[in-house]
């Protein structure tokens, strides 16, 4: 792989034979988010909203998260669209699960209703099956800190879009039956506590999410 002296080398020698907003396109597709940032900020190249929304189409979440911090009020002010591919990625697809979810909590205070109820349709529709065997999150890398990261957003939601109270509560205890089967099933108590050490984006192990929202039954 070009580092990315070589390829800004490159494409300055090159740069009257390109298009900048492809070339960041590019970028964005091949997971490059410090050269897509440096890119943009080399040629000037106006910002597009649609670059943040290939970022989250593609799974480039390392670049979304870049171009969020660094273009969060334009991104705000056309936060529709995106908010609405970042929940669709959900029905697509469980890769990138925990990015998805931390840009999920980045983006909730940014959410209207309608945002809102379809993520908790999705999400209903895959918690259909609570057998371990079933639940898509249970296949994922760490199940406990994604479920705790779940039970976080849910939560939320119950706050901000009081009608959807109950839909987010019946949600959350199947969020937290599904757990406990999780918990019951493993039998090596080495890779319980592995997977119990491994931190969100935010710094939070399972159990402080745990803790922090009072799941006593997990605790």
């Known amino acids: 792989m070009f580092s990315d002296v070589y390829i800004l080398k490159f494409l300055d020698f090159h740069i009257k034979f390109t298009v ?57 002010k056309n936060i ?30 940014l959410f209207n209703f309608k945002n809102a109820k379809q993520f908790l349709v999705q999400l209903e529709f895959q918690l259909n099956d609570s057998s371990i065997e079933g639940c898509p999150f249970s296949r994922t890398n760490n199940p ?6 779940l039970h976080e957003i849910l939560l939320n ?10 839909m987010c509560r019946s949600l959350i205890n199947r969020l937290l039956n599904i757990a406990l089967i999780y918990i019951d099933s493993v039998d090596d108590e080495n890779f319980l506590t592995t997977i119990m050490l491994e931190r969100d984006f935010t710094g939070r192990d399972p159990l402080r999410i745990f803790v922090e929202y009072e799941i006593l039954e997990l605790i």
Do not use: C
């Open 144 to 149: 406990l800190l994604v479920l705790g990261l």
């Open 157 to 166: 939601f119950s706050q901000k879009f009081f009608s959807l109270n109950n």
């Open 20 to 76: 900048p907003e492809e070339v960041i396109k590019i970028f964005i597709l091949s997971r490059r988010f410090r050269l897509t940032l440096i890119f943009i900020e080399r040629l000037k190249v106006k910002f597009e909203i649609d670059f943040f929304i290939m970022a989250i189409e593609s799974g480039s979440f390392s670049t979304a998260f870049a171009l969020l911090r660094a273009y969060e009020e334009l991104i705000i």
């Open 80 to 109: 529709e669209k995106p908010i609405d591919t970042l929940v669709k990625s959900f029905s697509l697809n469980n890769e990138f699960i925990r990015s998805k979810l931390h840009m999920v909590k980045l983006l909730l205070h």
